[in-house]
């Protein structure tokens, strides 16, 4: 069965490769990606999905279905880019396309072309009566600023999934295992009253001055926060450009994170009162609203462990002398930074393999799969797959795209996200999730053992990040 998907993820290869580079070349931010969305559902279509389209409401969100009854499976796929990231491919220097221009610097239009690539071999195998079920591919939009996923986890849309597979570029093949902090986006306008800064400032209202703040109070407010927490901002408007006007208008965009939803609602009503505070001081006032916010993620290690056998099991890229001067090259482009792998610091089996394996850490392409350790580390970043992984049982792993400590939302990333170091490991991803999504319908066993872990991790209850009436919207 696994050899017949692989067949037909390769037979498909020349249809996955050019969606992905398509999806390089427009490189449209969050809430945006219309011509990806077309080229998305086109395909499907052509290939017999039933599709829906504006999912949740959203424009951008689709879903591409094929199959009848249980077990149903899901397939997550994203396809937005990032702003300031436009570069050349294949460049081994900083050389933007379109100066200021946007980029797929976290490798989504490859994530998005595996995950169809494999719902496609999924579906081949049902039309073929070598599989029972259902297979859903579900385009996610806004993953990097406005959390599509958790707008569709709002509205209960991977409630009746019996589990949930989704993958992510990176410089490693390797199981992702632990969670990651919870994130509230939040956007912050001050308004006072414009004056002559010299004339007559006194009776202005400076609404600058209750931004800046608001931010030196949250300093204060950051030795107070609880383990695992942090906050990002910035300055989203600073009433003009003229010093010598009392600005009347100011803005500020925060990220309040922390170990879980509940955590973070709590620090965020701390920021909240902070701000009121500073518009006090200033005799100005203040609104917020909320932009958008993730989840912390909950570990399936029965999915997991299914990820990592696919992982060994199916066949590793092999690599050209070209690709791998280039990636050596690319690599030569950016500080030196650790050895590969999450668990690879804290765990002395685990580094002594990627020692061997990477010749010091000196090899630029990672052309193995990493140890999977059944552990529970914690990200500080956030992802709204979390929020997922409150509806249904949910796994995801990660396949080499780039060079080996290449940094994530860099140019490098984008670089090198239209090479054949990408092509390849988007389709070994591609495999992996086919076959995972195989033995899931086919093992029953493995499908209730997955749902018995989710039963105790879930058994809080998802507490949505944000709230009932909140629209998705671009930035």
Not at 253 to 260: E, G, L, P, T
């Amino acid at each position: 069965m696994k050899q017949a998907l692989y067949h037909i993820i390769d037979t498909k290869a020349d249809l996955l490769t050019s969606l992905s580079d398509k999806i390089w070349d427009y490189a449209e931010l969050s809430l945006l990606e219309y011509k990806s969305t077309a080229a998305y559902v086109q395909i499907l279509r052509e290939e017999g999905f039933t599709v829906e389209e504006n999912l949740c409401g959203i424009p951008t969100a689709f879903s591409g279905s094929f199959g009848s009854g249980s077990p149903r499976i899901g397939i997550l796929g994203e396809y937005d880019a990032l702003s300031g990231l436009s570069q050349k491919a294949g460049a081994t220097e900083y050389s933007p396309l379109t100066e200021g221009g946007c980029g797929q610097g976290c490798g989504h239009n490859l994530l998005g072309a595996a995950s169809l690539g494999a719902a496609i071999a999924i579906k081949e195998a049902i039309a073929a009566g070598q599989l029972s079920g259902t297979v859903i591919f579900y385009g996610c939009p806004g993953e990097e600023g406005c959390a599509g996923k958790t707008f569709m986890a709002r509205d209960g849309l991977f409630r009746d999934l019996d589990a949930a597979l989704t993958w992510h570029p990176g410089d490693t093949n390797e199981v992702t295992v632990g969670t990651n902090a919870a994130c509230i986006q939040m956007a912050y306008s001050f308004q006072g009253r414009a004056a002559h800064a010299a004339g007559n400032p006194w009776t202005g209202r400076s609404a600058l001055d209750a931004a800046e703040l608001m931010n030196i109070g949250v300093q204060f407010l950051r030795e107070h926060m609880p383990p695992k927490s942090s906050i990002h901002y910035s300055i989203s408007d600073t009433g003009g450009l003229s010093p010598n006007v009392v600005q009347p208008t100011a803005g500020l965009i925060y990220m309040v994170r922390s170990a879980n939803v509940r955590a973070a609602k709590a620090l965020l009503e701390r920021v909240n009162n902070i701000a009121k505070g500073a518009a006090q001081m200033t005799d100005t006032t203040v609104s917020w609203r909320q932009i958008d916010g993730t989840s912390d993620t909950l570990s399936n290690t029965v999915l997991e462990a299914l990820l990592y056998k696919n992982l060994q099991e199916a066949p590793l890229p092999v690599y050209t002398e070209e690709e791998v001067a280039y990636a050596a090259a690319l690599k030569a482009t950016f500080p030196e930074s650790r050895l590969p792998g999450d668990l690879t610091e804290d765990n002395p089996q685990v580094k002594q393999f990627v020692l061997e394996k990477t010749q010091g850490g000196t090899r630029p392409l990672n052309d193995f799969v990493m140890p999977y350790v059944s552990a529970s580390p914690f990200s500080p970043g956030s992802t709204d797959v979390g929020d997922v992984s409150w509806l249904t049982p949910t796994a995801q792993f990660n396949a080499v795209t780039i060079p080996s400590g290449t940094p994530g939302h860099s140019w490098q990333t984008v670089s090198c996200g239209r090479t054949g170091i990408a092509h390849k490991g988007m389709l070994y991803a591609a495999k992996v999730l086919a076959a995972s999504v195989s033995e899931l319908m086919t093992d029953e066993a493995l499908l209730a053992k997955a749902r018995a872990e989710f039963t105790v991790t879930a058994a809080q209850g998802y507490d949505c990040p944000i709230p009932p009436d909140l629209i998705a919207a671009p930035q």
